[in-house]
């Protein structure tokens, strides 16, 4: 027979097979089964050895043969079994829907040991169940968009996919959490849309926290399965604003400072963002003799020649603050520089020599000549005082230390002395002592005590337990040196920082079996005003496993036919059971619960071994398996294995064959 599969496309792709029929000569007829094909379903999540269905052939009239089945095709991977002797299919391996949804096999049945023999077509509906999460092909991204776009521009599209089928893939999105109002989302498209226009916000970078949800209701769990990711949107500036100054406009500096010293800091700000708020300075007028220099990227405007007050007391310089947008935006500022004065002049006579003369025999007091002399200091620095130096009859005269004049203090007679080269001097100094008051800048970085945190903590924390407490110092002063704490990085919700202290809490309770360790930054943030520092440090936390989950039986109750001729020390039926806890949290061992001579349980294994012969073809039990962990404090399930002969096959039967009840119309869900 030739074969042909073709798809229903527009432009259809077809392929063929050829089948070639082998008719046997055969005296015997084969069994022939009850129907040509038999579908059957199964949850792809079922254990292992879960019963899918129960195919039957009938043998021929009058046939002595005993009939047998085997799956001839459909199963490559040996995900399946069949009883050869009762027709009942079994799941041997875990089932995955997403990888094969339906499964076609093909069983034979055979008479004996005759070569002929019957095929059925079975098929396996695999059905879905909610095992997959929907997931994002990226965990972050980034999006840049003007801030002058108007409300309803799609600024961005989340795509997340979900290998489920049907409501258990379908995905809906949602903004879990976010900074602004400015954006929603589309949960059908995941569009994300501006709200509002972003013009005039201070705040130019957004974070959205974007969840994909599927549609499933997993009959296994009570949650839905989230993915998130974390979009962050940039809005680009653009130049509205100018630069402002923030410095003063007035400055003072000492005329006897060196070369280089710095005079003033000029700061102007502009709220802009990147290129557009970079400022560079100027200095457009009124530094004509090259007095002072200004490094236009800091605003540092240092000396760059020495100063001299007596020549000129007063600097009036137009800066300019200018931003890089473009076009350019400016502001301009007369900026004040005060020369103030240090006493390095010295007093200088208006005269080198100044001559009068006096009548002898005039009384004490006689005015004889004011001197007069300047000082180009200034305020107390040019104050002058008069003094005659000690000299030759110097002690006839008086000077008046504050104007100058001269007076003598007695009778001068012309004959005994004629002449007196008598001069003042106004030499005075004085000393005073400054303090200094030096400033912190924001020049240290926190630093933690170490550079990596690594703990293990047990996982039956209460929530809010402190689990880690960090410390970072800052050798600045202030608020430049008060350090505040964060974490950065998913947590998963499980952690969080007080900002203060810095100590680390768990915010929920902790389960090592869906998470087993957590790795996430913390960052110690200064609190300067204007440029704060910061750093990161790793913390990796173990979460160590305590023994808080039974063993489970992957099958309970376990139904084990065994033949009455069973020979002793054989095998007649195995228990499964797995506990999810680590080491010896999770080793299980086996027992009988009763004292049993016929049966024997190997711990380690699970297998039930015959001890003694069967006593008859008829013989039935119940024996009860214990799992227990090997944790300090044991924790144990059971399970009911049922054994019977052959021809002591159980029959299920209902207590009713009908079975009636009334509900309310309006009753939760849940109810009995």
């Given at each position: 027979?030739?074969?042909?599969?073709?798809?229903?496309?527009?432009?259809?792709?077809?392929?063929?097979?050829?089948?070639?029929?082998?008719?046997?000569?055969?005296?015997?007829?084969?069994?022939?089964?009850?129907?040509?094909?038999?579908?059957?379903?199964?949850?792809?999540?079922a254990p292992e050895d879960s019963l899918i269905g129960t195919v039957k052939a009938r043998e021929p009239p009058n046939s002595l043969e005993v009939i047998s089945y085997r799956i001839s095709s459909g199963d490559p991977h040996g995900r399946f079994s069949i009883d050869p002797q009762f027709g009942i299919i079994r799941t041997k391996k875990q089932l995955d829907h997403e990888t094969q949804a339906v499964v076609v096999l093909t069983i034979q049945s055979q008479l004996g040991n005759s070569p002929a023999y019957s095929s059925t077509q079975v098929n396996i509906s695999v059905i879905d169940v909610n095992d997959n999460p929907p997931v994002f092909l990226t965990k972050s991204d980034k999006v840049t968009i003007s801030c002058t776009q108007p409300p309803g521009t799609a600024v961005y599209i989340a795509h997340a996919?979900?290998?489920?089928?049907?409501?258990?893939?379908?995905?809906?999105?949602?903004?879990?959490?976010?900074?602004?109002?400015?954006?929603?989302?589309?949960?059908?498209?995941?569009?994300?849309?501006?709200?509002?226009?972003?013009?005039?916000?201070?705040?130019?970078?957004?974070?959205?926290?974007?969840?994909?949800?599927?549609?499933?209701?997993?009959?296994?769990?009570?949650?839905?399965?989230?993915?998130?990711?974390?979009?962050?949107?940039?809005?680009?500036?653009?130049?509205?604003?100018?630069?402002?100054?923030?410095?003063?406009?007035?400055?003072?500096?000492?005329?006897?400072?060196?070369?280089?010293?710095?005079?003033?800091?000029?700061?102007?700000?502009?709220?802009?963002?990147?290129?557009?708020?970079?400022?560079?300075?100027?200095?457009?007028?009124?530094?004509?003799?090259?007095?002072?220099?200004?490094?236009?990227?800091?605003?540092?405007?240092?000396?760059?020649?020495?100063?001299?007050?007596?020549?000129?007391?007063?600097?009036?310089?137009?800066?300019?603050?200018?931003?890089?947008?473009?076009?350019?935006?400016?502001?301009?500022?007369?900026?004040?520089?005060?020369?103030?004065?240090?006493?390095?002049?010295?007093?200088?006579?208006?005269?080198?020599?100044?001559?009068?003369?006096?009548?002898?025999?005039?009384?004490?007091?006689?005015?004889?000549?004011?001197?007069?002399?300047?000082?180009?200091?200034?305020?107390?620095?040019?104050?002058?005082?008069?003094?005659?130096?000690?000299?030759?009859?110097?002690?006839?005269?008086?000077?008046?230390?504050?104007?100058?004049?001269?007076?003598?203090?007695?009778?001068?007679?012309?004959?005994?002395?004629?002449?007196?080269?008598?001069?003042?001097?106004?030499?005075?100094?004085?000393?005073?002592?400054?303090?200094?008051?030096?400033?912190?800048?924001?020049?240290?970085?926190?630093?933690?005590?170490?550079?990596?945190?690594?703990?293990?903590?047990?996982?039956?924390?209460?929530?809010?337990?402190?689990?880690?407490?960090?410390?970072?110092?800052?050798?600045?002063?202030?608020?430049?040196?008060?350090?505040?704490?964060?974490?950065?990085?998913?947590?998963?919700?499980?952690?969080?920082?007080?900002?203060?202290?810095?100590?680390?809490?768990?915010?929920?309770?902790?389960?090592?079996?869906?998470?087993?360790?957590?790795?996430?930054?913390?960052?110690?943030?200064?609190?300067?005003?204007?440029?704060?520092?910061?750093?990161?440090?790793?913390?990796?936390?173990?979460?160590?496993?305590?023994?808080?989950?039974?063993?489970?039986?992957?099958?309970?109750?376990?139904?084990?036919?065994?033949?009455?001729?069973?020979?002793?020390?054989?095998?007649?039926?195995?228990?499964?059971?797995?506990?999810?806890?680590?080491?010896?949290?999770?080793?299980?061992?086996?027992?009988?619960?009763?004292?049993?001579?016929?049966?024997?349980?190997?711990?380690?294994?699970?297998?039930?071994?015959?001890?003694?012969?069967?006593?008859?073809?008829?013989?039935?039990?119940?024996?009860?398996?214990?799992?227990?962990?090997?944790?300090?404090?044991?924790?144990?399930?059971?399970?009911?294995?049922?054994?019977?002969?052959?021809?002591?096959?159980?029959?299920?039967?209902?207590?009713?064959?009908?079975?009636?009840?009334?509900?309310?119309?309006?009753?939760?869900?849940?109810?009995?």
């Amino acid at each position: 027979l030739s074969v042909s599969a073709w798809d229903g496309g527009g432009l259809p792709s077809a392929t063929n097979a050829a089948i070639t029929v082998n008719i046997l000569q055969t005296a015997l007829a084969p069994a022939i089964f009850e129907r040509s094909r038999y579908t059957f379903s199964v949850l792809e999540d079922a254990p292992e050895d879960s019963l899918i269905g129960t195919v039957k052939a009938r043998e021929p009239p009058n046939s002595l043969e005993v009939i047998s089945y085997r799956i001839s095709s459909g199963d490559p991977h040996g995900r399946f079994s069949i009883d050869p002797q009762f027709g009942i299919i079994r799941t041997k391996k875990q089932l995955d829907h997403e990888t094969q949804a339906v499964v076609v096999l093909t069983i034979q049945s055979q008479l004996g040991n005759s070569p002929a023999y019957s095929s059925t077509q079975v098929n396996i509906s695999v059905i879905d169940v909610n095992d997959n999460p929907p997931v994002f092909l990226t965990k972050s991204d980034k999006v840049t968009i003007s801030c002058t776009q108007p409300p309803g521009t799609a600024v961005y599209i989340a795509h997340a996919e979900d290998k489920d089928s049907g409501l258990n893939g379908a995905i809906k999105y949602s903004i879990a959490s976010k900074q602004s109002n400015a954006f929603s989302i589309d949960p059908s498209l995941g569009v994300v849309n501006l709200t509002r226009t972003v013009f005039a916000e201070k705040q130019q970078k957004h974070t959205l926290h974007i969840a994909a949800e599927d549609s499933g209701i997993p009959p296994l769990t009570s949650f839905l399965v989230l993915d998130s990711l974390a979009a962050k949107i940039i809005i680009l500036d653009i130049n509205d604003n100018s630069p402002s100054f923030a410095s003063s406009p007035l400055s003072y500096v000492v005329e006897d400072v060196e070369v280089g010293f710095l005079v003033h800091h000029i700061i102007a700000k502009d709220p802009d963002e990147g290129r557009n708020g970079q400022v560079t300075y100027h200095i457009l007028s009124g530094n004509e003799n090259k007095s002072f220099v200004l490094d236009k990227i800091t605003g540092l405007l240092t000396t760059a020649q020495l100063l001299d007050r007596e020549i000129q007391e007063r600097y009036s310089l137009t800066v300019m603050a200018l931003d890089d947008g473009s076009p350019a935006l400016s502001a301009t500022q007369v900026l004040t520089i005060v020369v103030l004065d240090v006493n390095d002049e010295t007093p200088i006579f208006l005269k080198q020599l100044y001559e009068t003369a006096v009548h002898e025999n005039q009384d004490p007091g006689e005015f004889v000549i004011k001197v007069e002399a300047v000082d180009r200091d200034a305020g107390l620095n040019s104050l002058l005082r008069y003094e005659i130096l000690p000299g030759n009859g110097y002690e006839k005269f008086r000077m008046n230390s504050d104007s100058g004049e001269l007076v003598t203090t007695a009778s001068l007679d012309r004959e005994a002395q004629e002449l007196f080269s008598i001069k003042g001097s106004p030499s005075r100094s004085s000393t005073a002592q400054l303090y200094l008051t030096v400033l912190d800048e924001n020049d240290h970085s926190p630093l933690f005590a170490k550079t990596q945190y690594e703990i293990s903590v047990r996982e039956d924390l209460e929530e809010g337990s402190a689990i880690l407490d960090l410390f970072a110092s800052d050798e600045d002063d202030g608020l430049n040196g008060k350090v505040m704490y964060s974490l950065i990085d998913n947590t998963f919700g499980a952690f969080a920082i007080n900002s203060v202290t810095g100590s680390i809490v768990t915010t929920k309770a902790l389960d090592r079996e869906t998470k087993s360790q957590y790795t996430f930054r913390a960052v110690a943030s200064d609190c300067s005003s204007h440029s704060p520092r910061s750093t990161t440090v790793r913390v990796v936390v173990h979460v160590d496993d305590v023994n808080d989950n039974d063993p489970l039986f992957l099958q309970n109750p376990i139904r084990a036919f065994v033949p009455a001729e069973t020979a002793v020390n054989e095998t007649v039926a195995t228990v499964r059971a797995e506990d999810v806890d680590l080491g010896r949290n999770g080793a299980v061992v086996f027992r009988l619960m009763s004292t049993e001579t016929v049966f024997q349980i190997d711990t380690k294994t699970g297998d039930i071994i015959l001890q003694e012969p069967l006593a008859s073809k008829g013989f039935s039990t119940q024996l009860l398996v214990t799992a227990s962990d090997q944790g300090i404090s044991p924790r144990t399930a059971t399970a009911m294995v049922i054994i019977l002969t052959e021809e002591q096959e159980e029959e299920i039967l209902f207590s009713h064959s009908l079975y009636e009840a009334s509900v309310p119309e309006n009753s939760a869900a849940g109810g009995h």
